[in-house]
């Protein structure tokens, strides 16, 4: 089993910034991709933003130039720095990660979610 604790989440003004981090435990042999995804109300969840084991990053449209996903490799975490904050990006932010387990199965897994609310 794996488990993922993100953290970083809140209420923020438009322009603002907030830094989420989300940390994996357990069974794991390697990780292969970590990203973050949000899901506003009433919308489907979304990618954000994804990087590779290799550091290779990709982008939602929506956050390109505002947003940046980074990760500790020796940490397992992930972390997505949020600038110029809307009220759009107004969501609950999951972290997933690709995982090869320690039984050397492919395993994909979600943290709980945090909420990020941007407002005035």
């Known amino acids: 089993q794996v488990q993922l604790v993100e953290s970083g989440g809140g209420l923020v003004q438009p322009g603002g910034s907030l830094r989420l981090s989300c940390a994996a435990s357990?069974?794991?042999?390697?990780?292969?991709?970590m990203g973050w995804y949000r899901q506003a109300p009433g919308k489907k969840r979304e990618k954000v933003a994804t990087i590779t084991s290799v550091g290779r990053t990709n982008y939602a449209d929506s956050v390109k130039s505002r947003f940046t996903i980074s990760r500790d490799a020796a940490k397992n975490t992930v972390y997505l720095q949020m600038n110029s904050l809307k009220p759009e990006d107004t969501a609950v932010y999951y972290c997933?990660?690709?995982?090869?387990?320690?039984?050397?199965?492919?395993?994909?897994?979600w943290g709980q979610g945090t909420q990020v609310t941007v407002s005035s």
């Open positions: 997933n990660v690709d995982i090869i387990s320690a039984t050397m199965s492919a395993e994909k897994y």
């Open positions: 357990g069974s794991i042999f390697s990780i292969t991709a």
